[in-house]
């Protein structure tokens, strides 16, 4: 007997016979004894949906009206999965954010949570009813709906188990856990028993859509036990805890992200301050850097080059554009191309040399040019063409987990 959070994502409540299914999940755990929670995002692509809806009517619709709508989606999936759950004789009753006490910043459309008024839930699961709470949304001070930002759901349910000290906190999805690799792209990729909540933050980064990375911030801070598990087979899948308890791997991942550019710059003066002046001017606006490097100064000259997501391409640019004209002398050049990230990812890394080397060899082994690196200590990451992306993840892969 204990207090489990379970969280079922947009797929696995996506039709009646998969409401059904995951009903059937919650029953039986909560037949076995135990105090359940169930946190359930929108069905399959309710949340696409309505945004596209209000686009249609006003693209630049308020941030609030946003919330209001989106949080829509969820208030659907609570209800059905109750109604399912009711079906199979069981008590339970469905929830709003804002009535299982989910108090946030007025940050709309990325609220943080500030704290969760636990009364009602404790009180609903003293009369042993079943909790079922709408994923990625809150109420601010002014008593307006807040949402947490896309895939916000697993937030809420590890803020769940956070504030009720849960046993365990369960997410299900449509893959049977973390792999080490993407099981659709790499054949020989296997389910990891266990990963380290520092590993999984990087491969939460990194692409490996499996789980939410604020999610993963928050298990780690409050040490809530997660497993990440699938909704369509019934199989253990891969928990994610504390360093110290996990048998350290050298490598539990190969991930890729495709959703990346690198900017450079070149010939800017190699003098102090210069990129203060750049990075400053990025910071401005907004944009997010990720991978720096600047080579080494000749003829009173140097290059940087930097990678930014995608959609901060245009953006850096063009503060890069603007600083070249406020340079005295020849002015700098500015290039930007699409590229591929590949990091490998692995808490053992920090004890055990040779695995850059490893790495690299496996690149040059399939003929592939690395442009970038960057490493720390669980993680390093190489940029390439996009076209070599998949061959890259199966090369390094075979080389490290075989
Ligand atoms: N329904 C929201 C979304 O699609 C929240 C979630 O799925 O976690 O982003
Ligand atoms: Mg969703």
């Not at 949080?71 to 009711?86: K, P, R």
């Not at 296997?190 to 993963?216: C, F, P, W």
């Not at 070149?266 to 990025?282: H, M, N, Q, T, Y």
Request: hydrophobic share 45%; proline share 2%.
């Amino acid at each position: 007997m204990g207090l489990i959070v379970q969280k079922f994502g947009g797929s696995s409540v996506a039709d009646a016979a998969r409401v059904r299914n995951v009903a059937s999940i919650v029953a039986d755990t909560y037949r076995e004894g135990n105090n359940v929670i169930v946190v359930v995002s929108a069905q399959g692509d309710t949340t696409d949906d309505l945004i596209a809806k209000a686009k249609e009517i006003n693209p630049k619709a308020s941030r609030r009206e946003m919330d209001m709508l989106m949080s829509a989606g969820e208030q659907i999936s609570i209800s059905l999965l109750a109604m399912a759950i009711e079906a199979m004789g069981l008590p339970v009753v469905s929830l709003l954010g804002w009535q299982a006490g989910f108090r946030t910043n007025s940050a709309y459309s990325v609220a943080r949570i500030k704290k969760i008024d636990t009364e009602r839930l404790e009180k609903e699961l003293d009369d042993r009813q079943i909790c079922i709470v709408a994923g990625f949304q809150g109420i601010n001070k002014f008593d307006d709906i807040t949402t947490f930002g896309r895939g916000g759901s697993d937030t809420s349910a590890v803020a769940i188990a956070a504030s009720m000290h849960a046993d365990r906190c369960q997410i299900f999805t449509d893959v049977e856990g973390v792999y080490t690799a993407d099981p659709r792209k790499v054949s020989a990729a296997v389910k990891l028993e266990e990963i380290t909540y520092d590993e999984m933050l990087e491969l939460a980064t990194l692409g490996a859509q499996v789980l939410n990375n604020r999610s993963v911030e928050m298990a780690k801070k409050y040490n809530v036990k997660l497993e990440v598990l699938s909704s369509l087979v019934r199989k253990p899948g891969t928990i994610v805890k504390e360093a110290t308890k996990v048998e350290k791997m050298l490598i539990s991942g190969v991930a890729k992200d495709t959703n990346v550019s690198k900017v450079s710059i070149v010939g800017v003066p190699d003098e102090p301050g210069f990129a203060f002046k750049i990075f400053s001017r990025l910071a401005a606006k907004n944009i997010n850097i990720d991978i720096i490097l600047q080579s080494v100064g000749r003829n009173n000259s140097k290059d940087i080059a930097f990678t930014v997501a995608r959609e901060n391409k245009e953006d850096a640019v063009a503060a890069l554009e603007e600083f070249c004209t406020t340079v005295p002398g020849n002015t700098p050049t500015v290039s930007v191309e699409d590229v591929a990230k590949v990091s490998i990812v692995g808490a053992g890394m920090e004890t055990h040399s040779g695995v850059a080397s490893q790495m690299f060899e496996a690149l040059y082994s399939a003929g592939i040019n690395i442009k970038m690196i960057s490493t720390s200590e669980i993680k390093i990451s190489v940029l390439i063409n996009e076209s070599d992306a998949d061959v890259a993840v199966s090369a390094i892969h075979r080389a490290f987990i075989g």
